[in-house]
Structure formats: structure tokens, C-alpha cells
């Protein structure tokens, strides 16, 4: 049971970890997503327009930035319940089992939807870009002019060529990995935990009281 325990704590403590960089990168990621479009906004001439559509990366990435949030909470709580536990150890299997079950639930429940919103994140950041329409007094630019005013900014529209997005479609894995290793960790170990007191009650051998040939001497004779 140690060793499950210390297991246990060293997935929740990654867990924790790699869920506050999973949101850091995400709220990273959409920084500097605004800034890149405000930079290509106010370097147009004036009369000129851009419109600048991330519309998919965006709607995964603010739901991945929450999850990873949530699960680094949840991996937080879960180490500090595991600690006042540990210091109140004998005050009853029943409320240490209940610290077990909550995050084993939670967990499972969270990384379940990390990894739906994963596959589609990490599927958008290696095969599409984004994509940019423009106009200059009302007349549609053609795309290879705006190719053309990429490279002079220096810019790209390939996600998987922007840093910042390929961090945050692969970092968030690790997060994905503990918090799925910490989910069943903590369900083996509820499911010790209440096991246990039935094993123990199953094994133990039961008292019996013996009468000693001094005590039936002692009975006989009166």
C-alpha cells in the first residue's frame, strides 16, 4: 500500500505540474495569436482591411487551456487531502476512501475530455492554417498578394510552423498522461482501501476463552 501511495502522489504531483503548463501555454497561445493579428491590422495601409480567421484552433484551444486548469486544480486538491489524511491518520476509512474516490471520478472524467479536445487541437496545429481574406478600398485582395505581405511581415498562416501552437498542442499530452495514470491509481487504491477492513475481518482468528485446570480445580472444590 506504500508503494501504490507513493505512486499515487508522484502522478497527482505531475499531474499538477503539466496541467499549469498545459494552461500557461494555452493562455500563451492566445496572446499571442491577438497580437499577431493586431500587428497585421495596424501595418495595413489605410483603406485596407484583413480579416484573419482561427476560428478552429481557437474554440479547442480555450476549452484544452480550461481542462488543463481543472485538472491541475483537481491534482492540488487531491495532494492536500492526501496530506491531511496522512496527519489524521485512525480518523476512519470511510472519509480516507471518500478522498480517494472524488478525484479518482473527477480525473477520469477530465482526461476523457482533454483527449477529445486533443485529437482535434493537435489535428488542426499539424494540417491547416489559418485563413486570411483582405481588401483595399473594397476590392478583394488576391491570395498571393497577401502571401506576398506575410513573408514582408514576417508572418506565417501555417500553424504548425508557429512555436507557440505547437507547444500547446503537445505539451498538453503529459498533462493528458498523469491525470489519466492519477484517475486509475486512485481508484485501485479506494478499492484497497475498502477492501481492507473485509480481509482483515475474514482472517482474523476468533478469541475464544479457556478455562485453566487452577480455575476448575477451584470450581470442584466449592
Request: hydrophobic letters at 50%; aromatic letters at 8%.
Amino acid at each position: 500500500m506504500a508503494v501504490l501511495t507513493a505512486l499515487r502522489l508522484s502522478s497527482l504531483a505531475l499531474s499538477f505540474v503539466f496541467g499549469v503548463v498545459g494552461m500557461a501555454l494555452g493562455i500563451n497561445a492566445l496572446v499571442k495569436s491577438n497580437q499577431s493579428k493586431n500587428t497585421v491590422k495596424k501595418s495595413l495601409p489605410a483603406g485596407a482591411s484583413a480579416d484573419i480567421d482561427t476560428s478552429d484552433v481557437f474554440a479547442s484551444g480555450v476549452v484544452e487551456t480550461v481542462v488543463c486548469g481543472l485538472i491541475a486544480l483537481t491534482s492540488l486538491v487531491a495532494l492536500v487531502l492526501a496530506a491531511l489524511s496522512h496527519r489524521a491518520y485512525g480518523a476512519g476509512k470511510a472519509r480516507t476512501r471518500g478522498s480517494l474516490t472524488w478525484p479518482a471520478h473527477v480525473l477520469t472524467f477530465l482526461s476523457l475530455w482533454l483527449f477529445a479536445t486533443l485529437v482535434p487541437f493537435t489535428d488542426f496545429v499539424a494540417n491547416r492554417s489559418a485563413k486570411v481574406s483582405g481588401s483595399i478600398g473594397g476590392v478583394p485582395l488576391s491570395q498571393g498578394t497577401i502571401q506576398v505581405i506575410q513573408r514582408g511581415l514576417g508572418l506565417t498562416t501555417i500553424y504548425h510552423k508557429i512555436d507557440y501552437l505547437r507547444n500547446a498542442a503537445i505539451l498538453p499530452w503529459f498533462a493528458l498522461l498523469f491525470a489519466a495514470t492519477s484517475a486509475a491509481l486512485s481508484h485501485v487504491a479506494a478499492h484497497r482501501t475498502a477492501a481492507a477492513p473485509a480481509a482483515y475481518t475474514s482472517t482474523a482468528p476468533p478469541e475464544t476463552t479457556e478455562t485453566g485446570p487452577v480455575n476448575e480445580k477451584a470450581a470442584t472444590s466449592v
